[in-house]
Nanobody
Framework: QVQLLESGGGLVTTGGSLRLSCAAT????????MAWFRQAPGEEREFVAAIFRRGGSTYYGDSVKGRFAISRDSAKNTVYLQMNSLKPEDTAVYYCAADSTLILSSIWGAEHYDYWGQGTQVTVSS
C-alpha cells in the first residue's frame, strides 16, 4: 500500500507562485508514474503533470505548459509541482497520484492511477 500526502497549497494573487509537495510512504516502487491532477468545483478532474520515476521524463497538460514544472527527489520519495504565473483559472483542489505500472498512453487519465492523496487547495485571486 502507498500513502500520498500533499502540502503547499494556499492563497496567492494572480502572477504569483506556489510549490506543492507530495510525499509517498509505504510500499516503494522504483518504476511507474507520479502525477498531479486538479479539480475545480463542478468540473472533472484534470491532468496537470506527470513524471516517470525511472528516467524522469515529464509531461504536462496544455493549460499549464510553460508555467508549471514537475520534479522528483527519489531519495525523499517526494514529487514537487512548481507553479508560476498563476491565474484565477488555476484555482482548484490539487491531487497527487501514483501508479506502479502506467505506460505513456495511460498517464493522462485519472482512472489509471491506483493511489491518491487527500488533495490540497490552491486559490488564485484576481
Amino acid at each position: 500500500q502507498v500513502q500520498l500526502l500533499e502540502s503547499g497549497g494556499g492563497l496567492v494573487t494572480t502572477g504569483g507562485s506556489l510549490r506543492l509537495s507530495c510525499a509517498a510512504t509505504g510500499r516503494s516502487f522504483s518504476s511507474g508514474t507520479m502525477a498531479w491532477f486538479r479539480q475545480a468545483p463542478g468540473e472533472e478532474r484534470e491532468f496537470v503533470a506527470a513524471i516517470f520515476r525511472r528516467g524522469g521524463s515529464t509531461y504536462y497538460g496544455d493549460s499549464v505548459k510553460g508555467r508549471f514544472a514537475i520534479s522528483r527527489d527519489s531519495a525523499k520519495n517526494t514529487v514537487y509541482l512548481q507553479m508560476n504565473s498563476l491565474k484565477p483559472e488555476d484555482t482548484a483542489v490539487y491531487y497527487c497520484a501514483a501508479d506502479s505500472t502506467l505506460i505513456l498512453s495511460s498517464i493522462w487519465g485519472a482512472e489509471h492511477y491506483d493511489y491518491w492523496g487527500q488533495g490540497t487547495q490552491v486559490t488564485v485571486s484576481s
